[in-house]
């Protein structure tokens, strides 16, 4: 799908998508639940759809209900292919949790997902007898997670932490997970930790980074309600800063959520040669690029991770932002939009299959016009993205 952006003022109020982050959590945690439960606010993206895929295999039965999904307990029938699509955060939330309950699974995706791979397992599992087959599409994990100590490094995504927080506790004995310094994404564990908090699980932080884990404990049954998303809600906010007057609802300030900060980096641009270390944000990084190159430029810091994302989105953002005048430059962990001078692209913007650099460059167009392909990536995470625009007043057309 192409569509078309003319210039024009964002206008009007809306309320913030359903944070990503804490959906994920809490479908998972309420799928464990023997006993099922509810959880509010929901959205119909490919990502969500892929995480309730795989509570299926896990047994697991529910039923929508608006914007909510209602688990009616784990009475269904259980399977040993796992759907995950082109979710990472599911392959590597399900894979631990999957193996404290069977010896066999086979997690599906596409070919870009399973070549991000989870080496970062296969190193942890090779130690405890658990082996990893992989093929184009499909990854195969074989053998029987148990209870123990597990030692993962802090630079690596923190989804591979949090899967075994989810499963650890699942376990006949007691763990250890031990994180090394330096631990990145620090927030997104800290929201791991407070949904297994709010569901009974207990996990004792015994130093930093280093987590005591019981087993045999059991997931509670609750009701959980979503809260809005900073990481898509940023790039509403970002309409402000191109003359928009755009209220935005449902975005708590002290939220636990790492994109918080996006207000304070998005006014440091201001500033003349700003440094941005995104270590702890890289859901914002195209957003960010983007608006650094409308203004006085940037350099950023923490960029290593980012070429294992949906698309390489270091190399996306530069060959599309050159496509608008921008100047960039790029090292291993480093990326720098030079001030430039900017204009409408003279060619189509490519969307790279990738949620983010298409509502990236989906905001710089209402300033400066243009057209984008392969615009329904924001199915994965903001489905609604380009109708909430069209209901703030900008001008959006479609071509299938």
């Not at 001030?339 to 509502?359: A, Q, Y």
Request: charged letters at 25%.
């Amino acid at each position: 799908m192409t569509v078309t952006i003319q210039p024009s003022r964002a206008r009007g109020a809306v309320a913030a998508p359903p944070s990503k982050s804490f959906a994920h959590r809490y479908l998972l945690a309420t799928a464990l639940a023997e006993g099922g439960g509810r959880v509010k606010g929901i959205s119909q993206s490919e990502d969500m759809s892929a995480t309730l895929a795989c509570a299926e295999s896990l047994g697991a039965v529910y039923e929508r209900e608006g914007d909510a999904v209602r688990f009616l307990g784990r009475g269904g029938k259980r399977d040993s292919i796992f759907p995950c699509h082109e979710s990472g955060s599911t392959l590597r939330f399900f894979i631990p949790i999957a193996l404290s309950q069977t010896e066999c699974a086979t997690f599906l995706g596409t070919p870009r997902l399973i070549a991000r791979g989870i080496s970062v397992y296969e190193e942890l599992f090779a130690t405890k007898g658990i082996t990893v087959e992989r093929g184009e599409d499909r990854l195969t994990v074989k053998g029987k997670l148990t209870a123990g100590e597990f030692h993962l490094r802090g630079d690596v995504s923190s989804q591979f932490i949090t899967g075994l927080l989810y499963a650890l506790p699942l376990l006949e004995g007691d763990s250890l997970l031990c994180v090394s310094s330096p631990v990145e994404s620090r927030s997104y564990i800290d929201i791991t930790l407070a949904v297994l908090k709010d569901f009974g699980i207990v996990i004792e932080e015994r130093e930093p980074n280093v987590f005591f884990i019981a087993g045999g404990q059991r997931y509670a049954v609750r009701e959980s309600v979503v809260e809005g998303d900073w990481s898509n809600g940023a790039f509403l906010l970002a309409l402000n800063a191109l003359g928009g007057e755009v209220a935005l609802s449902g975005l708590l300030p002290d939220s636990k959520q790492g994109d918080r900060v996006f207000p304070t980096l998005l006014a440091r641009l201001e500033e003349p040669s700003p440094e941005i270390d995104l270590t702890d944000c890289p859901d914002l990084a195209p957003l960010l690029f983007a608006m650094a190159a409308r203004g006085h430029g940037a350099h950023f810091t923490g960029t290593a991770r980012l070429k294992i994302k949906e698309s390489d989105r270091v190399e996306a953002m530069r060959t599309e932002l050159e496509k608008v005048g921008a100047r960039t430059e790029g090292m291993e962990n480093t990326f720098t939009v030079l001030p430039s001078s900017l204009h409408p692209p003279k060619e189509v913007i490519e969307g790279h299959n990738d949620h983010r650099i298409v509502m990236a460059m989906a905001v710089l167009l209402t300033e400066l016009g243009g057209s984008i392909f392969g615009a329904e990536a924001v199915k994965k995470s903001f489905p609604d993205f380009f109708a909430v625009l069209r209901k703030l007043q900008i001008e959006v057309s479609y071509d299938a």
